[in-house]
Each structure stands twice: as C-alpha cells, then as structure tokens.
C-alpha cells in the first residue's frame, strides 16, 4: 500500500543539502524516469510548433527527456548505497504506473515562462505517492533533497531571460496528446556538467515490482 503524506515531515529551504566530507567524491544526483520513445519523438515536434523568432528557448534533448521524481544535489559518493537501498524499497511497493503524457504549459505562465513543460498525468495520483514514498525513505536515512511537491511533467525547454517578457505561443487541443506511458523504471542518475551543458548517467535502476490493487 503506498504510503501516505503524512508520512513525511516538512522539510525547510528549497536545496537539498547533504554533509560532504572533503575526502570523498561528490555526484549531483537525481531520481528520474524516462518516457519510451513513441512519446519521446512527439515531443521532440514540439520546437517546431512554438513560434520562436527571438531565438529565446533552448531546447532540452531527446535523448535528455525526463520526469524528475527527486532531486538530491550533491551527495558524497559513500552515501549513494542509501540511496540505492531506498529506491530498491518504493520500487517493490509499487506496480508499473499507467500514466499519459499530455499539455503543454509554461512556468510560472505562458506569458512569462522560464520553462515550457509537458504534463504527465497518471491514475490514481499514482506518480505524486512514488514520489512521497521515495522521499520518506530517503529521509529516514539522513538523505537530504529538495521538498517541494511534485508537479508531474517533462521539461520541454529553458527560456532565456530576453525572452520571458515576449510571451509564447504555445499549441493546444490534439497536438499537445503524445501518449501513453507505462512508468516502469526509475533511475538514480548523476548529473555530470560538460562544456556543451549537463550530461546524465545511470548508476542504478529499479523495475516498478510492486503487486496491482
């Protein structure tokens, strides 16, 4: 039974911070799933049907396409089998999730948008309690990370800040639907930062066991 939002005690501060020793490595870590590629080549259409004459979105690569469940920052490499062992336990609690991607939206509006995401809506909540489940656990092991609530959605595009006072024209009605999504897998995933901008590596990956209610 998945478990509830009481569960989990209030965290204070948006950024995760974990103690480091100096000694060891630090990874910049985060919990993710990646959508399959039907639906990843959907998305990648829609920079073509976003009006863009100012040059103002940088948009996310396919390949790069996911849906964050949690981000951690930086986290000292010894502390990584925590992590490992929370999500080997929310991944037996809960089935592969049925879930849609579909909507286009821009944060905090489309008027002024620093971000234009897809939505990622699933039955039952299904993708928030995964989240909620994966965060309790990390807490009860001294795991710090960031606690505000999760908006399912898949971040399209970046927007530069000479362009979040132009507004956007963002597509609507059947060309926002890009199907569905049977979630799965979730990975623990390091960001590493390159000269052409973040790099991603899976270090753990969990199937989605849990028993159908």
Request: net charge positive; with cysteine; charged share 25%.
């Amino acid at each position: 039974m998945p478990l509830g939002s009481s569960g989990l005690r209030k965290a204070r501060g948006e950024c995760p911070v974990n103690p480091v020793p100096s000694k060891d490595r630090v990874l910049r870590l985060f919990v993710g799933a990646w959508p399959p590629s039907e639906v990843v080549a959907k998305l990648s259409e829609v920079r073509f049907l976003v009006p863009d004459p100012s040059r103002a979105l940088r948009w996310t690569e396919p390949e790069k396409l996911h849906l964050t469940l949690c981000f951690l920052g930086a986290l000292d490499e010894g502390r990584v089998s925590l992590v490992e062992s929370a999500l080997r336990e929310s991944a037996r609690e809960f089935p592969p999730i049925r879930a849609r991607v579909a909507q286009i939206g821009g944060f905090p509006s489309a008027l002024r948008a620093r971000v234009v995401w897809a939505g990622v809506d699933a039955e039952g909540d299904a993708i928030r309690l995964l989240a909620q489940s994966l965060r309790i656990r990390l807490q009860e092991r001294g795991i710090a990370f960031d606690p505000k609530p999760i908006s399912p959605h898949i971040t399209l595009a970046r927007v530069s800040r000479n362009g979040r006072s132009l507004g956007l024209r963002l597509p609507e009605g059947s060309k926002t639907d890009f199907g569905p999504w049977t979630l799965g897998i979730i990975r623990l995933t390091q960001s590493l930062q390159g000269r052409e901008g973040s790099e991603y590596k899976s270090l753990f990956e969990f199937p989605l066991t849990g028993a159908e209610s």
